[in-house]
């Protein structure tokens, strides 16, 4: 994982608000302690797990909370469009060949 100072010179104007939202809650994050997580969110470890294809994934224990989920969800639906729209010009363009 990229060291603190190297994703603070990543950052750039060109970012769409969800990414940008993202990088200000974890400047947020960063400080909390799991401890205090787990305090305010009694039920965290069993509710912030999935299994899937026999994999089990615990991120409990990770400076994550509602917000941050939230944030995940909003850019990855953001690339989802994305990825449509782009899918469909690729596809106007083969069929005007």
């Not at 990229?2 to 990543?10: D, F, L, V």
């Not at 509602?66 to 782009?86: F, M, N, P, S, V």
Request: hydrophobic share 35%; glycine share 4%.
């Amino acid at each position: 994982m990229a060291a603190r100072s190297e994703i603070s010179h990543t950052r750039s104007k060109g970012k769409h608000g969800a990414l940008r939202a993202l990088e200000d809650h974890y400047d947020a994050m960063r400080s909390r302690h799991l401890r205090e997580l787990f305090a305010h969110d009694p039920a965290r470890g069993e509710r912030m797990t999935a299994e899937a294809a026999g994999v089990f994934l615990d991120y409990s224990k990770n400076r994550v909370d509602d917000e941050t989920l939230r944030q995940w969800i909003a850019i990855c639906k953001r690339r989802e469009e994305e990825e449509r729209q782009w899918q469909a010009k690729r596809l106007c363009s083969a069929r005007l060949q």
